[in-house]
C-alpha cells in the first residue's frame, strides 16, 4: 500500500531517513550475519511501545530472530529493570562459547492520511485516534507545566510507567521553547539508546562466556492505511572486552 502525498511529504520532511518497516526489520538480520548472529544463536531483546499498532513490526522481528524477551513499556522505554535484565540473561543459546542478544527498542509515532503527527487510524475505531498517547500526554502535561521536573526519581504507584516518562524525559529537554511532539519523541529515542548501555552492563553482571550484544534504536512510524516505517537511530554491535563499538550502518 501506498502512503498518501500528504502524509508521504511530511513523513520525508520529519524522519528523511526512515525506511520502510519490512525492510529495517531485514536490514538487522543482513548487518548481522556477518557476526555471527542469526535466529536460531540469538535472544531478541523487544522494547517496542505496548500499544497494539507496534505489534505487526514485533511480530516481524520475532519471525526473523525467533521468540523474543518483552522489554516493552509505555513508548518503548525499557522498563522491566535490573531483576528482569538479569532474567533475560540466561535465556540466549550459546554457540562458539557466546552469548548473542539483538536488543530493539523504539519509540513510536503516527501519522495520518492528511499529514497531522500524532494522529493514526486504526480499524474500527470512529473518529481520530492519536500515537503514541503517553508521550502526548507527557507533551501536554509539559507544555501546560504539569509535569514534576525536580525531586527525582518520581514514580505514580499508580501509573508506574507514565510515571518513568515524567521521571526521564524532563531532564534531557533542551534549553528554550518546548519541542514539538516529534521532537519529543526523539528525545524518548535518545534516553533509550542511553538505557541500552545499561542493559548491557547488567546482561554481562553473572556471565562465564563473552557476550555480544546488538542494538537497533530509532523510531517507529505508524502511517495511514497500515503503512510502517521506521527511522533507524543509534544502531551498533558491543562485543565486550577490549573490542571497538561497532556502527551499523543502514543504507
Avoid at 538505557?195 to 550484544?213: G, N, W, Y
Amino acid at each position: 500500500m501506498t502512503t498518501p502525498k500528504a502524509a508521504s511529504l511530511v513523513l520525508r520532511s520529519t524522519f528523511p531517513d526512515a525506511i520502510p518497516a519490512t525492510g529495517f526489520v531485514r536490514a538487522t538480520r543482513e548487518l548481522l550475519a556477518p557476526h555471527g548472529f542469526h535466529a536460531a544463536n540469538s535472544l531478541p531483546l523487544i522494547a517496542t511501545c505496548r500499544d497494539e499498532l507496534a505489534f505487526n513490526l514485533t511480530a516481524r522481528l520475532q519471525d526473523t530472530w525467533g521468540a523474543g524477551f518483552n522489554m516493552a513499556g509505555l513508548a518503548g522505554m525499557i522498563v522491566l529493570g535490573r531483576t528482569g535484565i538479569l532474567a533475560a540473561a540466561s535465556h540466549a543459546p550459546i554457540e562458539d562459547g557466546i552469548r548473542r542478544f539483538v536488543l530493539v527498542a523504539l519509540p513510536h509515532i503516527g501519522i495520518d492520511a492528511t499529514g497531522v503527527i500524532g494522529n493514526v487510524e486504526r480499524p474500527g475505531v470512529p473518529g481520530v485516534s492519536h500515537t503514541c498517547g503517553a508521550l502526548m500526554a507527557l507533551h501536554d502535561e509539559l507544555r501546560g507545566d504539569n509535569a514534576p521536573t525536580g525531586d527525582y526519581p518520581f514514580l505514580d504507584l499508580l501509573d508506574p510507567e507514565q510515571g518513568m516518562l515524567r521521571d526521564r524525559i524532563p531532564p534531557w529537554l533542551p534549553e528554550g521553547p518546548l519541542p514539538d511532539l516529534a521532537g519529543l519523541t526523539r528525545i524518548a529515542r535518545d534516553v533509550i539508546t542511553a538505557d541500552t548501555h545499561k542493559v548491557i552492563t547488567v546482561l554481562r553482571e553473572r556471565q562465564t562466556v563473552p557476550v555480544h550484544v546488538a542494538v537497533f534504536t530509532g523510531i517507529h512510524i505508524n502511517g495511514p492505511g497500515g503503512t510502517e516505517y521506521v527511522e533507524p537511530g543509534a544502531c551498533y554491535l558491543d562485543r565486550g572486552a577490549d573490542e571497538p563499538e561497532l556502527e551499523l550502518l543502514f543504507d
